[in-house]
């Protein structure tokens, strides 16, 4: 059973930073893709980055240039450090992963975590 579990959400003013993390189990983490949704109130459930199992990791639009994921496959644990935030990046973002698929493409994506909610305030 695979579990992604998110943590690291929270509230901050415009400009500011977060660093959330998804912790991985159940799966051999590093042979799976593993992204980044956002889901803002009533909006779709949209891409925000991922890292696939090889190479540079791939960004949405509203990710390019403030946003940087990471991951860590000694500690299965992907990152989301999300800097210059804005009132619009207020959203409930949600780890995800799949071992096969279109990487910016929701329904490519077989695990969901909960989700963590992020607040911007302006």
């Known amino acids: 059973q695979v579990q992604l579990v998110e943590s690291g959400g929270g509230w901050v003013q415009a400009g500011g930073s977060l660093r959330l993390s998804c912790a991985a189990s159940?799966?051999?983490?590093?042979?799976?893709?593993m992204g980044w949704f956002r889901q803002g109130p009533g909006t779709e459930r949209n891409f925000v980055a991922a890292f696939p199992r090889n190479g540079g990791p791939y960004y949405g639009d509203s990710a390019k240039g403030r946003f940087t994921i990471a991951r860590d496959n000694a500690k299965d644990t992907i990152y989301l450090q999300m800097n210059s935030l804005k009132p619009e990046d207020t959203a409930l973002y949600f780890c995800?992963?799949?071992?096969?698929?279109?990487?910016?493409?929701?329904?490519?994506?077989?695990?969901w975590g909960q989700g963590i909610q992020v607040t911007v305030s302006s």
């Open positions: 995800a992963a799949t071992d096969d698929g279109l990487i910016p493409v929701r329904s490519s994506y077989k695990y």
């Open positions: 159940g799966h051999t983490f590093s042979t799976y893709i």
